[in-house]
C-alpha cells in the first residue's frame, strides 16, 4: 500500500478437515509518527472489520444470506 500508512496483509487457509477451512490472517502496518499514536485505537477498528468481514465471507460460502 501506499500512503502515510503501509500496510502488508496475508491470509491463510487451512483445511481442518473436508467440511472446515482455518482462516488466519496477518496485517503488519508500517505507520508514520502521526499514525503510531493512533495505533490501539486503529488496532482494534481493524480486529473489528476483519472479524465482521469473516462471519460475512462464512456466512456466503455456506450459502446462508
Known amino acids: 500500500s501506499h500512503g502515510p500508512l503501509r500496510y502488508d496483509t496475508t491470509q491463510i487457509f487451512e483445511t481442518i478437515t473436508p467440511h472446515s477451512t482455518r482462516l488466519i490472517i496477518q496485517?503488519?502496518?508500517?505507520?508514520?509518527?502521526?499514525?503510531?499514536?493512533?495505533?490501539?485505537?486503529?488496532?482494534?477498528?481493524?480486529?473489528?472489520?476483519?472479524?465482521?468481514?469473516v462471519v460475512i465471507l462464512k456466512s456466503i460460502l455456506e450459502g446462508r444470506d
Not at 30 to 40: K, T
Open 27 to 53: 496485517v503488519k502496518i508500517d505507520a508514520s509518527i502521526v499514525f503510531r499514536l493512533a495505533e490501539p485505537v486503529l488496532e482494534t477498528m481493524a480486529k473489528s472489520q476483519i472479524e465482521y468481514d
